[in-house]
């Protein structure tokens, strides 16, 4: 093998060529040799590279290429051919199939009489893609590939030219690449073919996934062309992409492309200084198939995303949920089917902002969704299921509206049990308070799950989570943009704001017009300007729905002295039988009302801002806490009361009387249709829950929405797996007005399902363990009674009811004990 000293010799060599080379030029008329150098992004690789600095210093440049494929080998076979992932077939990260060997751009070389080399790893066998030789042991990275690659070189009949793909090894560091280059361009110098050579660097960038939403998904390379007497250095400008590379390198052979070939020949622009004639570029991302094995049948593939870009603007086109494919298409931020992306790269090449949902940019919009879509059909592409867009509010009505505004109110990570309405607490949310008295009051409600973006999905689909698909905070898919509550609002002439905490990626496309940026973590905690501009902006116009649900009082519990201090020495006691310590409980419980203060400040400053604009009376409230929470007992996470119980209370002054309390059994999966009910709009068929109307309004005929309570919880699910609601759940449940029964569905603890239990009083189960609590003597589930012969029959009849309920929804077959 040979050592890295033999490297220092050949740069010192590649100075002194370089030197030289312009007395040692060939003839004019001789053919032009190619050298394309594949590089990745070298992640962690901080090692010197001067002869690739100089390279890149002394050629023409274009920077943020597109690359119109999948990072991978679709990407590699877009490069090498010049063709669409939908032309070429490879559209996924797999080993097949086979690119075409005569749409390689080596072959259409190698029948030009040119000596064709790939150094390293090419997307298939090299002779079957046109190269005489090819594989590892021609990368010059490698001291005894560069012996070898040198060598061929060296053996050319005299007046032939070459054709060299080199893409190194992934293991190889720029030091490596760096000294191969010197090699290669000491070699050429010396036989005066420098001058006469076209060198051309492509690398690729990584989507990392902390920057992949800021780069809508889009992968992007440089290009660098080096061709001393030829090319002048310097930055190039136009809307270029890698799939230019393959007609620019035939132009600079004098070999036509193929006809029927997407990109540009790029030559006039370098050697001339011509602009480029292109107004867009567009291109697909494929997702990669989850296959049995090896040999398993290729499914036909429809795009994850389309995308235009021009000079001024990127457009991309989400045409799938990032969910349970398990590839690479993850964002930081997850996008869902529908979702728009528009960056303004004349502002903001990063492209970190996205202006899809500002209204001044509607035509730019429109312009380029047109011009992606057209794309797609002139290239051959399969007519679209195109999911729903979301974009401007529709007109003002010409009437006065007198449909109520809508404020849904979402406190988070709550113990139920210290609402005042409730007839518990320490008197620290009186605005709360107020607004329930007014209203009516279901003491007894169920989020759909105890854990909060389970929970809030529902409040914007109206479906339980094995549903919606959305089973935990860690889920890898956002929630279906096609039927939302923001959604449907929207489109009925609501204008529609989100203020606090929101999972679902990006809110515009979730149906919520405002605010311009989310600030999820300051709402409330530091203002509601962003809120109030937008009230004052639509109230009296139109009417508007309002999602308050500020990160309160969930931590960091860091509420401010004046929160703090009336509860000081508010009196506590740990309830019978708590194993923890008891004054850390009495600090957690004072604390949590200093919180829940915070909370109802915020909400008071909005009644009050609403009586201000005269909108306060004619606005629907409605209530719930997002999941529950303990600093005693199980909660968060759990099938226990703690974790799901919430009251739901709605209250409108205009609309219906309130001071009444109800023992309905209701689910959060009946406000969704209840709100639309009010706002006078169909509520679609796929919604699960019951409207409450009925009931709000006093009408003689209403009845009960259920007789029992069902639901599941979850552990949480892989992120980079498909979403299966039957082997992810670990309880189901049934609960009448005094009752509940649990199902245990697998093993589980504290730490499998992320279970807030203070003090271990979450209690290890085993696979199809049931407990049976008599709620209205046992409130806190203390006494399990499943093992009392007594209550079988009681027990048979509610795992019934949980499984009906399961099956009834749609969940799939459950391994049961």
Excluded at 292 to 319: D, G
Excluded at 526 to 533: I, K, P, R
Excluded at 555 to 570: I, L, Q, S, V, W
Aim: overall charge negative; some cysteine; charged content about 25%.
């Amino acid at each position: 093998m040979r050592t890295r000293a033999s490297f220092v010799v050949l740069r010192a060599l590649a100075v002194i060529g370089v030197a030289l080379c312009s007395a040692l030029l060939r003839t004019g008329d001789a053919r032009t040799n190619v050298v394309v150098l594949v590089l990745s992004e070298a992640g962690d690789d901080d090692s010197k590279a001067p002869i690739l600095d100089a390279l890149r210093a002394q050629s023409a440049l274009f920077e943020n290429v597109d690359v119109p494929a999948h990072p991978g080998r679709p990407s590699d076979v877009a490069l090498l051919s010049g063709r669409t992932p939908r032309a070429t077939g490879v559209q996924a990260d797999l080993p097949r199939p086979p690119l075409a060997g005569e749409l390689s751009v080596a072959t259409a070389f190698s029948d030009a009489g040119y000596l064709t080399l790939a150094a390293g790893g090419v997307p298939g066998k090299p002779r079957a893609l046109g190269f005489a030789r090819g594989g590892d042991d021609l990368d010059l990275a490698t001291a005894d590939g560069a012996e070898a690659c040198l060598a061929a070189l060296e053996e050319r009949a005299a007046g032939t030219p070459f054709f060299l793909w080199w893409t190194p090894g992934r293991a190889r560091s720029n030091a490596d690449v760096d000294g191969g280059m010197a090699a290669l361009i000491a070699a050429l110098a010396a036989r005066g073919e420098d001058a006469n050579t076209l060198y051309v660097v492509v690398r690729e960038r990584s989507l990392r996934p902390a920057a992949r939403f800021a780069q809508a998904g889009v992968p992007r390379a440089d290009l660098a062309f080096r061709r001393p007497s030829r090319i002048a250095p310097g930055p190039r400008a136009g809307v270029v992409t890698t799939l230019d590379l393959v007609p620019t390198l035939l132009a600079s052979a004098e070999l036509a492309p193929a006809d029927d070939a997407p990109g540009l020949s790029l030559l006039p622009v370098l050697e001339q200084g011509a602009a480029l004639e292109r107004e867009f570029v567009h291109g697909a991302v494929y997702l990669d198939p989850e296959l049995a094995n090896a040999r398993a049948p290729l499914p036909e593939l429809e795009p994850a995303m389309i995308y235009a870009r021009s000079t001024h603007w990127r457009y991309v086109l989400s045409l799938v949920d990032d969910e349970d494919e398990g590839s690479d298409f993850t964002y930081a931020y997850p996008v869902s089917e529908g979702q728009q992306q528009l960056f303004d790269l004349a502002r903001e090449g990063a492209q970190t902002r996205d202006v899809s949902g500002d209204l001044a940019h509607a035509e730019q919009l429109s312009e380029l969704r047109r011009a992606s879509l057209a794309w797609w059909t002139e290239a051959g592409g399969e007519e679209l299921r195109l999911p729903p867009l979301f974009t401007g509010l529709p007109p003002e009505a010409d009437a006065p509206d007198a449909r109520p505004n809508i404020v849904l109110i979402v406190s988070d990570d709550q113990d139920y049990k210290h609402l005042g309405f409730l007839r518990g607490g320490a008197g620290a949310m009186p605005t709360t308070d107020r607004l329930a008295a007014a209203g009516v009051v279901f003491d007894v409600a169920h989020v759909s799950m105890s854990r909060c973006r389970p929970s809030l999905a529902t409040l914007l689909s109206g479906r339980y989570p094995h549903q919606s698909g959305i089973l935990d905070n860690q889920t890898g898919r956002t929630l279906n943009r096609r039927v939302t509550l923001p959604g449907i609002l929207k489109r009925a002439g609501y204008a529609t704001f989100v203020g606090g905490k929101f999972w679902e990626g990006n809110h515009h496309s979730m149906g919520f017009i405002a605010p311009e940026r989310q600030r999820r973590n300051q709402f409330v905690r530091e203002d509601q300007d962003d809120l109030f501009a937008f009230l004052d902006e639509h109230a009296r116009t139109r009417p508007f729905f309002v999602w308050w649900a500020p990160l309160l009082p969930h931590g960091p519990f860091d509420a401010p002295e004046r929160y703090r201090k009336p509860f000081a020495e508010t009196a506590v006691a740990p309830p019978v039988g708590f194993p923890g310590d008891a004054s850390t409980f009495v600090e957690q419980e004072r604390t949590a009302f200093a919180m829940e203060a915070w909370f109802d400040d915020g909400l008071t400053q909005l009644c009050d801002k609403l009586r201000a604009l005269g909108e306060f009376d004619n606005t629907l409230f409605c209530f719930l806490i997002d999941n529950g929470w303990s600093n005693a007992r199980p909660s968060k996470g759990s099938v226990y009361e703690q974790g799901l119980r919430t009251p739901v209370f709605f209250s409108w002054k205009d609309g219906f009387a309130g001071g009444r309390h109800s023992a309905s059994l209701v689910s959060t999966v009946d406000i969704f249709p209840t709100l639309l009910d009010f706002a006078g709009e169909r509520v679609p068929a796929n919604a699960i829950g019951k409207s409450l109307r009925a009931e709000l309004v006093g009408a003689p005929d209403a009845t009960p929405p259920r007789d029992v309570l069902c639901g599941a919880a979850y552990v949480p699910p892989r992120r980079d797996g498909p979403v299966r609601p039957e082997r992810d759940a670990y309880a189901l449940y049934a609960r009448t007005a005094d009752w509940k029964y649990v199902l245990y569905v697998r093993r589980v603890n504290e730490a499998d399902a992320k279970i807030h239990a203070p003090a271990d009083t979450f209690a290890p189960r085993e696979f199809g363990d049931e407990n049976l609590f008599d709620l209205a003597r046992d409130p806190d589930e203390l006494a399990d009674l499943s093992a009392d012969p007594a209550q079988a029959e009681r027990m048979a009849e509610l795992r019934l009811a949980a499984l009906d309920w399961w099956e009834g929804t749609g969940g799939r077959p459950l391994k049961l004990p």
